[in-house]
């Protein structure tokens, strides 16, 4: 991590900041590859350090070869002030990790140092993703399709959709997957126009739409893909539904370019939706960015700020919810090239009749 390390420095430098402090596991895991549920670092040109407890002394050991690891033996300020890591009176901090009582606690403890807040300070370093990020995301999201794969034939009018969503969560690790990146969403017949409905209990009808949204992390790295299946014979309006939707995430795939503003690709997918006669119903982002979350930069919005950028890696995902009827959504997580995406996705965005 030198050369992202001397990145970060020199925004520090352009900032004022003698020393960051980062609280953020994921930035921690992206920065050193330490997976511990309990870590600080502090970074500064003349002495920087990953500091955790006792728990992860070895584990430590083999996840942390780019800087010093420290055994904190009471609080993590209480060991930054008596092993002198601190360097210089001015100590920034992740303005949107650290609580503003936690913030006030730093400064009583550290006399004589200046707390700066800075809000997204590692953003524009993680956005854009090296080859070995992308091939941990890649193999994240193969192992997704293949989970994917093996549990459609599992649904039947005797499952449920917890149950569904329970084998997907098994499957992902018995594949080699960490975790899931998020809980996997399985909803059907009306509940799958609920965008983020937590899989119930309920088993699965004939003629209805099922929503499946799943992903995994691999090497720290995170995988989002939906697709949107048939059990049995549906009515005409849904299967209409599902193509549109299809055509409009196809419309955002093939449009999408570097240097484009991520709000003008939602306006071109939005459009084609408004113009099908369903824009009132699609109403959250085109998508966002992946890496070490699975929710960050870019942000594909009607007022996202943020630009595709070659090696930036996120969702499109359009979808339309027809509230009391069903719902439709397709999602890939794409790489930007130089002159437009690959999906990581392979399996059929055809419409699969169980």
Same mark, same amino acid.
């Given at each position: ?109 550290l ?9 997204? @300070?590692?953003?524009?370093?993680? %956005?854009?993703?090296?080859?070995? /990020? !992308?091939a941990?995301?890649? +193999?994240?999201?193969? *192992? ?20 569904i ?47 499946i ?13 939906t697709?949107?299946v048939? @059990?049995?014979?549906?009515?005409? %309006?849904?299967?209409?539904?599902? /193509? !549109?939707?299809?055509?409009? +995430?196809?419309?955002? *795939? ?12 939602d306006?071109?997918v ?26 960050e ?26 509230p ?6 397709i ?15 392979r ?5 699969? /009749?169980?």
């Open positions: 991590m030198s050369q992202e390390l001397e990145s970060l420095f020199r925004k520090m430098f352009r900032l004022g900041v003698d020393t960051f402090m980062v609280s953020d596991l994921h930035v921690i895991r992206w920065l050193t590859g330490f997976s511990g549920s309990n870590a600080r670092v502090l970074l500064n040109r003349h002495h920087s350090a990953l500091f955790t407890d006792f728990r992860y002394g070895e584990q430590v050991k083999h996840e942390v070869d780019s800087m010093e690891s420290v055994i904190i033996q009471n609080s993590f300020v209480d060991t930054f002030v008596d092993g002198g890591y601190l360097q210089g009176k001015k100590l920034g901090i992740q303005a949107e990790q650290v609580t503003v009582y936690d913030a006030g606690q730093l400064g009583e403890k006399k004589g140092v200046d707390i700066v807040p800075v809000h997204g @300070f590692f953003d524009e370093f993680r %956005e854009l993703k090296n080859e070995l /990020e !992308i941990w995301m890649k +193999q994240a999201a193969a *192992i997704s399709e293949k989970v994917f794969e093996e549990i459609l034939p599992l649904i039947s009018t005797e499952a449920t959709e917890a149950e969503a329970a084998e997907i969560s098994y499957r992902h690790k018995r594949y080699g997957a960490e975790k899931d990146s998020f809980d996997p969403i399985v909803a059907s017949g009306i509940r799958s126009a609920l965008p983020h409905a937590k899989p119930a209990k309920k088993t699965f009808s004939p003629g209805n739409l099922i929503v949204d799943m992903g995994c992390v691999c090497n720290g790295y995170a995988s989002d893909q697709r949107t048939a @059990f049995g014979r549906i009515p005409d %309006e849904a299967r209409k539904i599902y /193509e !549109i939707t299809r055509e409009a +995430q196809q419309l955002g *795939i093939e449009a999408a370019r570097p240097g484009m503003p991520a709000k003008e690709l306006a071109l939005r459009s084609y939706i408004d113009k099908s006669g369903y824009g009132e119903f699609f109403g959250h982002g085109l998508g966002h960015g992946v890496g070490v979350e699975v929710h930069k870019p942000r594909l919005g009607k007022t996202s700020e943020d630009y595709l950028l070659s090696g930036s890696v996120f969702t499109i995902e359009p979808g339309i919810y027809l009391e009827k069903f719902g439709v959504r999602e890939d997580t794409v790489v930007m090239g130089k002159s437009g995406v690959a999906p990581f996705q399996f059929t965005k055809e419409l699969i /009749e169980l």
